[in-house]
Nanobody, 124 residues
Framework: QVQLVESGGGLVQAGGSLRLSCAAS????????MGWFRQAPGNRREFVAT????????MYADSVKGRFTISRNNAKNTVTLQMNSLKPEDTAVYYC?????????????????WGQGTQVTVSS
């Protein structure tokens, strides 16, 4: 099992940037694919980005491609989501999640461990 704690959310103007971090603890982090998801009020939780166990593969939702970058540091047990050119529609609670397999995934139900979430609000 992996315990996850997100940080870095906040309020930013459209066009600005934020950097989300996810601190992980547990023996299996370095062998786990990781993902970021988000959920806006009244919406389902949706996929944002995923990264494989060694960082060799990444995948992004079309809505964030070219603006967001996911990365990981296995030595520090952290996963980061750099968000640039933010838009009001990016406003949501952002969640870090871990899979108990090393390969990337975009389906919410295939993730086993979740953080508590961090709020990102983008004003127009």
């Amino acid at each position: 099992q992996v315990q996850l704690v997100e940080s870095g959310g906040g309020l930013v103007q459209a066009g600005g940037s934020l950097r989300l971090s996810c601190a992980a603890s547990g023996r299996t982090f370095s062998s786990s694919a990781m993902g970021w998801f988000r959920q806006a009020p009244g919406n389902r939780r949706e996929f944002v980005a995923t990264i494989s166990w060694n960082g060799g593969r990444t995948m992004y939702a079309d809505s964030v491609k070219g603006r967001f970058t996911i990365s990981r540091n296995n030595a520090k047990n952290t996963v980061t989501l750099q968000m640039n050119s933010l838009k009001p529609e990016d406003t949501a609670v952002y969640y870090c999640a871990a899979r108990r397999v090393p390969l990337i995934g975009i389906v919410t139900q295939t993730y086993d461990d979740w953080g508590q979430g961090t709020q990102v609000t983008v004003s127009s």
